[in-house]
């Protein structure tokens, strides 16, 4: 069957220190995978979009990879600060018709 | 930036009625919206396409008949639950693609539906 997974359990780490959040995806082929942020009663926020042929791709302390062969993508905030506290949520479009899969979100908790 | 707008924020309704839900888009046209629904603690869930000038398609498991969705304009879904029953309580969330050429999505800040 099709899944997408994040790890369901919150992370919790220290201001300053590196965030890595897991995205596993199985029976899917997507040209693309993106990261959203969703804050708590409020709509997703795009973050970043990586590509099939990309390994890795950064905006500002975000970081995103894409392993196809693993069928995984990890995100990373680095120096990471209390307002990164939210739920990260990965996603990818089957067929590429536009359409997005979720998975179930990773709750990040950065402690001052 | 792009908006997408969403009304009512939130809504409380009994149970038996009909809330309607609406999706704009507010400085660019989408021809294509997209409605979700997120259950606490849960991810969100595509519901619905919903296309301009023609027919929605629901994702499999979804009632077409429940949940009626009209793309009058280029920048407005609406989405109608009809018949609320509590097990609707949810919140429901529509995107708009950013863009040709592009493959982001632009999401409202969602709307909370309550059925008692």
């Known amino acids: 069957s099709q899944k997408i997974e994040q790890n369901s359990e919150a992370l919790n780490i220290q201001e300053g220190k590196t965030a890595t959040l897991t995205c596993n995806y199985t029976?899917?082929?997507?040209?693309?995978l993106q990261w959203y942020r969703q804050d708590p009663g409020r709509g997703p926020v795009f973050l970043l979009l990586?590509?099939?042929?990309?390994k890795e791709k950064r905006k500002e302390r975000l970081k995103v990879t894409f392993d196809t062969t693993l069928k995984q993508s990890l995100f990373h905030i680095t120096a990471s600060q209390p307002a990164d506290s939210a739920t990260y949520l990965c996603?990818?479009?089957?067929?590429?018709?536009?359409?997005?899969?979720f998975g179930q979100g990773t709750t990040l908790q950065v402690k001052p | 930036g792009a908006v997408v707008s969403q009304h009512p924020s939130w809504v409380i309704c009994k149970s038996g009625t009909s809330v309607k839900i609406e999706c704009r888009s507010l400085?660019?046209?989408?021809?294509?919206m997209f409605w979700y629904r997120q259950f606490p603690k849960q991810s969100l869930m595509l519901m619905a396409t919903?296309?301009?000038?023609?027919?929605?398609?629901?994702e499999q498991g979804v009632e077409k008949d429940k949940f009626l969705i009209n793309h009058a304009s280029l920048t407005l879904s609406t989405l109608t639950v009809t018949s609320a029953h509590p097990e609707d309580s949810s919140f429901y969330i529509c995107?708009?693609?950013?863009?040709?050429?592009?493959?982001?999505?632009?999401f409202g800040p969602g709307t909370r539906l309550t059925v008692l």
């Open positions: 996603a990818l479009s089957p067929s590429n018709t536009g359409k997005l899969i």
């Open positions: 995107s708009a693609p950013a863009g040709a050429g592009t493959d982001t999505q632009y």
């Open positions: 919903s296309n301009e000038g023609s027919k929605a398609t629901y």
């Open positions: 029976n899917y082929s997507p040209a693309y």
């Open positions: 400085d660019f046209q989408a021809t294509t």
């Open positions: 990586i590509r099939e042929n990309e």
